[in-house]
């Protein structure tokens, strides 16, 4: 069965210091992963997704993320975090049982960005 | 081009009564989806139309749920009676058929409150 863990829950950055918020994925499939972010009283954005191309992957607004099969990963990056960052990432997975757009959450990280 | 919008962004009601959200997808979208984030859990699956048939409902949680979506445009959403335990957020999705896999787009959520 398909599933991710998001290993923090909350994470907590300077302004203008690097973002890291992590993802293990499980898969008996090769995986399609992706992160979405919902800001404050807005709808969940697709950021990123890795479909067995290129295992970095750029999204919106400077992130990127690195599929890492040898360590079933996909942490997401940033290199400098901008007040605006400040939201809650999620990372998701497929399930091909359900047809690819039957999409499967991890529970969340929210992301805070201090001045 | 109008997003996915929901109505009624926010629902308070007392156990036992009847609640209907709604859902207009972007215009064209002929996937729809609904997906439920009860507190503190993870962003669940419910159903997934393909225009008004239903595709896959493995997620609905129990006969108290009942998804329409009539002539393949808005879907509606009720809960009848409602529990305690169905308090959450509830958000809409849709796609294109001719979009990459993963890649839907959320509509802000309808949060329901039952007391």
């Known amino acids: 069965a398909q599933s991710v863990t998001q290993l923090d829950s909350h994470v907590s950055v300077s302004e203008g210091t690097p973002v890291l918020l992590r993802c293990n994925y499980s898969?008996?499939?090769?995986?399609?992963l992706f992160w979405y972010v919902q800001h404050p009283n807005k709808g969940l954005q697709l950021l990123l997704k890795y479909t067995s191309a290129a295992t970095l992957v750029k999204g919106i607004n400077g992130f990127e993320a690195e599929f890492k099969k040898s360590e079933t990963s996909f942490h997401l990056t940033k290199p400098s975090a901008h007040m605006s960052d400040a939201a809650e990432y999620f990372c998701?997975?497929?399930?091909?049982?359900?047809?690819?757009?039957?999409?499967?959450f991890g529970a969340g990280t929210r992301l805070a960005v201090h001045p | 081009e109008a997003g996915v919008t929901q109505f009624p962004s926010h629902s308070v009601i007392e156990k036992g009564q009847t609640v209907t959200l709604r859902c207009d997808p972007i215009s064209g979208h002929d996937n729809l989806y609904w997906y439920r984030r009860v507190m503190g859990k993870e962003i669940k699956f419910l159903l997934h139309?393909?225009?008004?048939?239903?595709?896959?409902e493995s997620g609905m949680p129990n006969n108290r749920f009942l998804a329409e979506r009539t002539g393949g445009t808005y879907s509606t959403l009720k809960v009848q009676p409602a529990e305690l335990e169905d308090s959450g957020v509830y958000f809409c999705?849709?796609?294109?058929?001719?979009?990459?896999?993963?890649?839907?787009?959320f509509g802000e959520g309808s949060r329901l409150t039952v007391l």
């Open positions: 999705a849709s796609s294109s058929s001719k979009l990459s896999t993963g890649e839907l787009f």
């Open positions: 898969s008996s499939y090769s995986p399609s």
């Open positions: 139309f393909v225009k008004e048939s239903k595709q896959d």
């Open positions: 998701v997975v497929t399930d091909p049982s359900g047809g690819y757009n039957k999409l499967i």
